[in-house]
């Protein structure tokens, strides 16, 4: 559906500089995801962090001419052939735009809130429903206060049903959504501690999440729930309700529930009936989404259509859900390839969505694309009109190569105007024909159907290594970022330290995204980790920390800043730069504030001012400090002294050359407690990895370690575990082997019971010495099997809890990760 930029302007009120004509089908809001200029309204949003009003000149000379602002900055007024509506609030006005857009349709629709299962339960709604219904719902995890217009926007003339979600952090978030959303059928999911920060209680949360259902005409929960039940009772809402839980009172009453191997039979009873289903998942909260969506098909089928139930169809789908992969996979493929696996779901939107985050990969390794596409299934666009759709989206994206799988894509392969295309009937037939065998250092998106099975096909393009992996959430590292810099001023600078590998993750992966987030500097120890990161396309500026005479010629070579501490070392790098042939070369100096490790010393600073101000060789970019102990509040008289001295050294340095500079002190613990000496740039490092010297809540965490299961053996009382015969059994047990030893960086510390792993849900203990490459726990009365996961850290298992445990740090643990573990990237 489109609207005329007249339309728009008319319903958003405010001023409007309408200089040119236009009918508006796509919003943006991330200048970045730009594919068609035409039709797009971009929304110059501000955040704590970010101002959209920066990008409109990049955006106008990509050809967008249609602008919504807060404020009309003076370089606008020479877009004289751009339209621009000025409102006192863009993020108001976009919600306000969908929320009119939502008033065309009467369709039904399903919103759900809650802490926990909102995603899944849509997806599994989807899943089962999809047959029945043209189904529009929020793409991935949209359940902001941007994601819940953006996705609203979605809804068609084809859709007779949609599945939203919303997801608040705050108070006052809801109320924003409800108008959005307008839900006909509310599902309320459990209440948990995510974002619970902004919120007195739980109860209090609670309470805000279910103003979504102020006018729905129906409310589905759990009786089970004792705060939901107690808040639902409470709120006065007018909404009919359908309950499911235990109590024979219940709409839904749940007879039993039956756990048998990776299966959960329940048995539950509605009105005369009796419902028997089965779901290939045994953890509870499956077994309570289930429930949640049985509740809600059964509402919608003899309520809302007046249907009766089909008991058999019920239970034939519900065998078949399948899990929701709520995040888009990177990894190392075959041939020097990348693959980004996102089998997700299919559909126009999300393939927007997964394009776009492919398109950039793409072009951070200046690669080209392929895209492994299946069918796209209940549409309900006419083929002839989805595939010319999907066509022009595709050839927009820059892909080079597409391979399609399915009948129906076979037949419309003739609309792809691309420069190689070739298709396939099956999964089965494109694995079988060897095809995939020819995809060659490029980047290869996979988005499929689920009944497609394109795992398969991403088993065999990755490069299988090691099983045990470092998996990273490029999304957790980006909010992490977020995070900080919402403590900065707007015009506060970052740099952020990739160093040692970016404490493990990998520094490569690591600096790109940070790039991509608009990052103003990055950080090395030395001038090889500089020279990767510009031979991998990093164009930000990169300071190396610890530069050394025989490196000059990589930081000359690559245009890598030096930091410089001592006067040795500044006149050699002086000599140097003057054989290159260099001028004001870019350096920082380090000063000494009292951490006594490297630095410019307060009584240095006449004769530095002396060196700098009589050449133009090099020129001062920032003059630094670091401060020894400010995640501590016992050294907070200590680290203002370090403050005020680094300021007289910073003044004098200035005064003394005649040129303003840089200045930073602050590290991540220094921004946390001290942002107002942030300066005009802080450096940001062990926070970006999920690390908060006040435990903040609002930190996700980022690196997550696991492996599998090799074995799992009997071993009898009295016998003995591993190397030295130290791991002594004491009774009968099961001992699981994990491939995970001292050379992947699991400390030896950590054998004969100091360290646990999770697995299961629980911890097990790690028996006898580790290994170079393995390590042995006690699994005993837990249940495990061979190729279960276990988890070493992450967000199961605390890293800084794991590392108190042997007296070290979390940084060592990070660090310690061998190269030989395999790092596997994800966005969610």
């Known amino acids: ?57 990049d955006l106008y000379n990509h050809g967008v001419r249609h602008f919504v602002v807060s404020d009309f900055q003076s370089d606008f007024d020479s877009m004289q052939d751009a339209s621009f509506l000025i409102v006192n609030d863009t993020l108001q006005a976009l919600q306000q735009l969908a929320a009119f857009h939502r008033n065309h349709f009467s369709l039904p629709v399903i919103g759900i809130t809650g802490s926990n299962g909102k995603t899944i339960v849509k997806e599994w709604l989807s899943q089962l429903l999809h047959n029945d219904y043209n189904t529009v719902r929020s793409p991935r995890s949209y359940n902001s206060q941007i994601g819940v217009p953006l996705s609203v926007w979605q809804i068609n003339e084809q859709n007779n049903l949609g599945i939203f979600e919303a997801g608040i952090s705050k108070k006052g978030e809801i109320e924003r959504l409800e108008h959005i959303i307008r839900p006909t059928v509310g599902v309320m999911t459990n209440i948990g501690q995510a974002h619970q920060e902004n919120f007195s209680s739980l109860i209090e949360k609670c309470r805000e999440k279910l103003l979504l259902f102020t006018d729905a005409q129906w409310l589905i929960s759990c009786k089970d729930h004792a705060v939901v039940e107690k808040c639902i009772l409470e709120s006065g809402l007018r909404c009919r309700r359908f309950i499911w839980g235990y109590d024979q009172l219940c709409d839904l009453q749940v007879l039993g529930i039956d756990k048998i191997g990776k299966v959960s039979t329940i048995t539950c009873k509605f009105g005369n009936e009796t419902i028997v289903y089965s779901i290939p998942f045994t953890d509870d909260a499956s077994v309570e989404n289930s429930l ?67 398109r950039r990969q793409a072009a951070d390794k200046q690669m080209n694309m392929t895209l492994v596409l299946s069918d796209i299934l209940q549409s309900g666009e006419v083929a002839e009109k989805l595939y010319s759709n999907i066509a022009n989206l595709v050839q927009e994206s820059g892909i080079n190569r597409l391979i399609g799988i399915g009948t129906e894509i076979s037949k419309q392969l003739d609309k792809f105007n691309i420069p190689q295309k070739e298709s396939f009937n099956s999964t089965e037939s494109f694995l079988g024909s060897g095809r995939w065998k020819a995809l060659k250092n490029e980047v290869v998106l996979l988005k499929g159907s689920r009944n497609f099975h394109f795992e398969q096909i991403s088993e065999q393009l990755e490069n299988i290594t090691h099983q045990t992996t470092l998996e990273v959430n490029l999304s957790a590292l980006v909010h992490n970022f977020n995070y900080f810099r919402s403590k900065l001023r707007h015009e506060t600078k970052i740099v952020c330290m990739v160093k040692a590998f970016a404490y493990g993750s990998g520094s490569v992966e690591v600096a790109k995204t940070l790039q991509h987030h608009r990052c103003d500097y990055l950080a090395v120890a030395v001038a090889d980790e500089g020279a990767e990161l510009r031979r991998e396309g990093i164009t930000l500026p990169i300071m190396v920390m610890n530069p050394e005479p025989n490196s000059f010629n990589l930081l000359f070579e690559y245009q890598l800043e030096p930091e410089i501490y001592s006067f040795s070392l500044l006149n050699a790098f002086i000599k140097a730069a ?82 303003s500079f840089l200045r930073h002190i602050l590290n991540s613990p220094g921004i946390e407690r001290f942002p107002e000496y942030q300066f005009d740039m802080v450096r940001l490092g062990i926070g970006l990895y999920s690390i908060s010297a006040v435990n903040s809540p609002e930190m996700e965490t980022v690196c997550t370690l696991k492996t599998t299961v090799l074995q799992v053996r009997k071993v009898k009382a009295g016998e003995t575990v591993g190397y030295s015969r130290r791991g002594v059994v004491e009774h009968d047990s099961e001992i699981a082997v994990l491939p995970l030893g001292y050379a992947d960086g699991f400390d030896r510390r950590f054998g004969n019971g100091v360290g646990k792993v999770l697995i299961n849900g629980k911890l097990a203990p790690v028996v006898g010495n580790i290994c170079m490459d393995v390590a042995m726990i006690d699994v005993t009365g837990m249940d495990v099997h061979e190729g279960d996961t276990a988890e070493i850290f992450g967000k199961g298992r605390n890293i800084s809890e794991l590392a108190d445990s042997i007296g070290t740090i979390s940084y060592e643990l990070l660090t310690n990760v061998s190269r030989r573990v395999k790092r596997v990237y994800f966005q969610e």
């Open 292 to 358: 949640h969506c049985l509740s809600t098909w059964i509402l919608l089928e003899t309520v809302i259509e007046n249907k009766s139930l089909n008991m058999q169809l019920i239970a034939s789908r519900m065998k078949l859900l399948e899990p929701v992969a709520m995040r888009l996979e990177v990894k190392e493929g075959r041939n020097d390839c990348l693959v980004i696996n996102d089998s997700y779901n299919a559909d126009i939107n999300s393939l927007n969505i997964a394009l776009d985050f492919a």
């Open 578 to 659: 003057v054989r290159y042939g260099e001028s004001h070369y870019p350096i920082h100096v380090k000063i000494d504030s009292g951490m006594h490790r490297l630095g410019f010393e307060k009584p240095d600073m006449d004769e530095l001012v002396g060196i700098l101000k009589d050449q133009e060789t090099v020129q001062v970019q920032s003059i630094f400090s670091h401060l020894a102990g400010a995640d501590s509040p016992a050294f907070d008289d200590f680290t203002h002294q370090q403050i005020d001295l680094f300021k007289y050294c910073a003044d004098t340095l200035q005064n003394g050359i005649g040129y």
């Open 1 to 57: 559906m489109t609207y005329s930029i007249f339309h728009i302007a008319q319903l958003l009120g405010g001023k409007s500089l309408l200089r040119t004509e236009g009918n508006i089908s796509r919003l943006l809001t991330d200048s970045r995801s730009l594919i068609f200029p035409d039709d797009t309204l971009f929304f110059a949003l501000r955040s704590a962090s970010n101002d959209g009003h920066r990008y409109v000149r």
